[in-house]
């Protein structure tokens, strides 16, 4: 999601936020890009992934759509936890994981149980 405001023809990091939680994108917190401008950023992304992937924290059991892909998914899903109607699915969670793990300049590893 982009700040309120922002020029569209310059973009800055600060002006990338998190659908999830709503912190801006720094050198310590990386985002990873879904549909349409909605990202996740590295501290959700960790908290996403021990829901959904690893079963260690709750997830949703119905049905939503993802903002990551916009599209309708069975569950799980994760609820980010201050805007608990903002969903991301298995899929997009498990995708978005691959990409931050594979880039060496992040050092962000998928969580371990």
Not at 11 to 38: K, P, Y
Request: contains cysteine.
């Amino acid at each position: 999601m982009r700040r309120p405001g922002t020029d569209e023809n310059n973009v800055q990091m600060s002006d990338v936020l998190c659908d999830f939680c709503r912190q801006e994108w720094t050198d310590a917190r990386f985002m990873v890009e879904g549909h349409q401008g909605s990202c996740i950023c590295s501290d959700c992304l960790t908290h996403a992934y021990r829901a959904v992937a690893r079963k260690s924290e709750p997830a949703v059991t119905e049905p939503g759509k993802c903002i990551l892909c916009l599209e309708t998914r069975p569950a799980p899903l994760w609820a980010s936890p201050g805007f608990p109607d903002v969903l991301a699915c298995q899929r997009c969670i498990k995708q978005s994981a691959a990409v931050l793990q594979k880039d060496p300049d992040f050092g962000w590893r998928k969580p371990e149980r």
